[in-house]
């Protein structure tokens, strides 16, 4: 095949789709739920909400290990992922979430809270800590300076890194075009001269869009890691649940059914 051609690489034995559909029922089935009974007044415990946040966190790193490894085999089909649905793709780039749903989400939860004394009179007043603790109840009230100087330092990270990454991404998409365009026309389309050829002059370029890709990834990693740093253990917590069940939502069917019955009208 002239891809297998221009990426020099084999097909591993198990589609990483495959892969996907079962790390996502982990994280719907096993995780998020041992993750909000940690966060539940009856079984909440430092030591296993600890855990939990931790198990929470490798699973996603162990989804970015993998597609790392998709990416060396086949860039073009994780760059365009097939497992994702219509309600997901919007929100991609570079193959998967952008990094600033980490932190737009991340800033959900620091803006707009009301001072403490206000809040408390409320919180007993409308049962809310029936099924709440008071440290999950309070981890995201008035929120700390500290802790929204290091929110302020992982964002500027991210306006920094983001654009050095989708120019490198362009540059490289350039060449690619350029390169093939130029191999294309001398070969004058035949067949197995072009693959020859082609597989050849774009192994650089192709080298490096996947590098680019698992650049995207490491500060994917890198974001979600300094948010986990910055956080204390509850604000932590609720933030992965939060996040996973940003996920869980898109494979909602009902929604994802509405979804994709709305018609696009053409003028």
Not at 10 to 15: E, V, W
Not at 108 to 132: A, H, M, R, T, W
Not at 218 to 225: D, H, M, Q
């Amino acid at each position: 095949m002239l891809k297998a051609a221009l990426f020099g690489r084999k097909k591993t034995s198990r589609p990483f789709k495959e892969f996907y559909n079962e790390w996502f029922a982990t994280l719907n089935t096993t995780l998020l739920p041992g993750l909000r009974r940690a966060l539940s007044p009856v079984f909440l415990s430092p030591v296993i909400l600890s855990t939990q946040v931790e198990i929470m966190h490798h699973h996603f790193l162990s989804y970015y290990d993998a597609l790392d490894k998709a990416a060396a085999v086949d860039v073009a089909r994780c760059l365009f992922p097939e497992w994702r649905t219509s309600l997901e793709r919007p929100f991609l780039w570079l193959g998967d979430f952008h990094p600033y749903l980490f932190t737009n989400l991340l800033r959900s939860f620091i803006v707009d809270q009301e001072p403490v004394d206000e809040n408390v009179s409320k919180l007993y007043g409308s049962g809310e800590f029936l099924d709440k603790s008071w440290h999950v109840a309070m981890a995201w009230k008035n929120p700390s300076k500290t802790l929204t100087t290091k929110v302020d330092k992982i964002e500027c990270g991210l306006r920094l890194m983001v654009p050095a990454l989708a120019a490198r991404w362009r540059n490289a998409q350039a060449a690619f075009v350029e390169n093939m365009g130029a191999n294309w026309g001398r070969c004058e389309g035949r067949k197995e001269v072009v693959k020859a050829a082609m597989g050849e002059a774009m192994a650089a370029e192709m080298e490096e869009m996947v590098g680019v890709f698992v650049d995207a990834n490491r500060l994917r990693r890198s974001i979600l890691a300094d948010i986990l740093s910055a956080t204390d253990l509850y604000q932590a917590a609720l933030f992965l649940e939060a996040l996973a069940q940003f996920l869980v939502g898109f494979r909602d069917h009902k929604l994802l059914s509405e979804f994709e019955k709305c018609k696009i009208a053409i003028n």
